[in-house]
């Protein structure tokens, strides 16, 4: 992200890396300084705090009840939030910044938290 680079290496790096690699080290240090942690470094079991961009809300069935399974990208990577019984959470859509804590669960190689405890947060928070 810009850590160990002097001044004009992170010039020169800024001039020469695509717009995705820029925004995605934007939404890194955005979650970083709204005390969240990379979801790279979420562990299966573990309590986690993690911040970033909503990607995609989808609604989907689950033991026979709705579920709001919302993807959160932070530039690191993505964990799926699931509000179970839930079909709609105000403010919570697509390129909305949210911060998320809950129990980590990890399963298939993809991170969910079930029912977090959830803020959202300014549009300048945890977006480029």
């Not at 939404?27 to 911040?51: F, I, K, T, Y």
């Not at 690191?76 to 910044?97: N, W």
């Not at 938290?113 to 300014?122: C, D, G, K, S």
């Amino acid at each position: 992200m810009g850590e160990g680079r002097g001044w004009l290496g992170r010039r020169f790096h800024r001039l020469t890396a695509d717009n995705q690699e820029l925004e995605d080290e934007d939404l890194q240090r955005a979650s970083v300084a709204v005390g969240a942690e990379p979801m790279l470094a979420c562990r299966d079991r573990e309590e986690a705090c993690v911040a970033g961009s909503i990607r995609s809300v989808t609604v989907r069935a689950r033991s026979g009840g709705p579920s709001l399974e919302v993807d959160l990208y932070d530039g690191s990577g993505t964990v799926t939030l699931v509000f179970l019984g839930r079909k709609h959470i105000a403010g919570i859509e697509a390129g909305r910044s949210v911060k998320a804590s809950g129990r980590v669960v990890v399963r298939d190689e993809r991170t969910t938290i079930f029912n977090p405890r959830y803020e959202l947060l300014p549009v300048s928070s945890t977006s480029a």
